[in-house]
């Protein structure tokens, strides 16, 4: 995935940039802060829901969480790109993880052998995740793109992720719910599922775009993703 790339805002005044580069550092402490809040909370109402949709979701949550601690142990060492392959690795068995468990968790749904039942607690999780990914994806993105920073526009598509995968459960929920489809659960966890084994395989084959958060912050200059 190629973020979109912009010229750099050369003639930015020092002040204005201290401010932005500020700006992302809470953005992104909101983020990592809220995904861990979401993860809990995911997991604790999909376990007495026996969700599997819910339980992915959280589980996503997690894999993002550890995906940025990966991330950040990489550059954290002299030499980073010694380190890139490992960190890459450790994200992809993750996201595969996440993309088995979920799987036969859905399918013991599909076939009967436990049924999700209705979660209003999941319900206003996702109401809540699909009101607040799209802010803060396009608080970043615009803070980022007056700053020129490519990596904080890319960082604000993976917020953006988020947002789609909250649809997603919010709807298998909301089917469950007024309807009695208990099958549209396993249908959302699905969907997780096929985002999880995407960027499974892209952090495998190195096509993810990595950046440290100090990268974002303008503490530390990496090369952008081309």
């Known amino acids: ?11 930015l005044d020092p002040r204005r940039r201290g401010v932005l580069q500020r ?14 809040v979401e993860a809990i909370i995911a997991l604790a109402a999909g ?6 949709a819910l339980i992915g979701f959280g589980l996503d949550s997690i894999v993002e969480v550890l995906s940025a601690a990966a991330i950040a142990w990489q550059f954290s060492a002299p030499d ?21 468990y979920v799987s036969v968790d859905a399918a013991l749904s599909l076939f009967g052998v436990r049924e999700a039942v209705h979660s209003p607690v999941g319900i206003g999780l996702a109401m809540a995740s699909l009101l607040v990914m799209p802010f803060l994806s396009w608080w970043e ?24 995968l909250s649809a997603a459960l919010l709807l298998g929920l909301l089917l469950n719910t007024l ?10 966890a699905l969907f997780i599922v096929g985002f999880a084994v995407r960027e499974g395989i ?4 190195g096509d993810t775009c990595a950046v440290p958060v100090a990268a974002l912050t303008g503490e530390r200059t990496v090369d952008p993703c081309d």
Request: aromatic share 10%; net charge positive; glycine share 6%.
């Open 141 to 164: 993105r615009r803070t980022g793109t007056e700053l020129g920073s490519v990596s904080a526009v890319a960082d604000s598509k993976q917020t953006l992720i988020c947002a789609y």
């Open 202 to 205: 892209e952090a495998w084959k």
């Open 179 to 188: 309807l009695g489809w208990a099958w549209a659960d396993s249908l959302a």
């Open 23 to 36: 700006r992302i550092r809470w953005i992104v402490a909101i983020t990592i802060s809220y995904n861990v």
């Open 47 to 52: 376990t007495v829901a026996t969700s599997a």
């Open 1 to 11: 995935m190629k973020p979109e790339t912009g010229a750099p805002s050369r003639g």
């Open 80 to 100: 980073p790109e010694k380190r890139e392959r490992v960190a890459l690795r450790v994200i992809a068995f993750s996201f595969f993880g996440l993309a088995a």
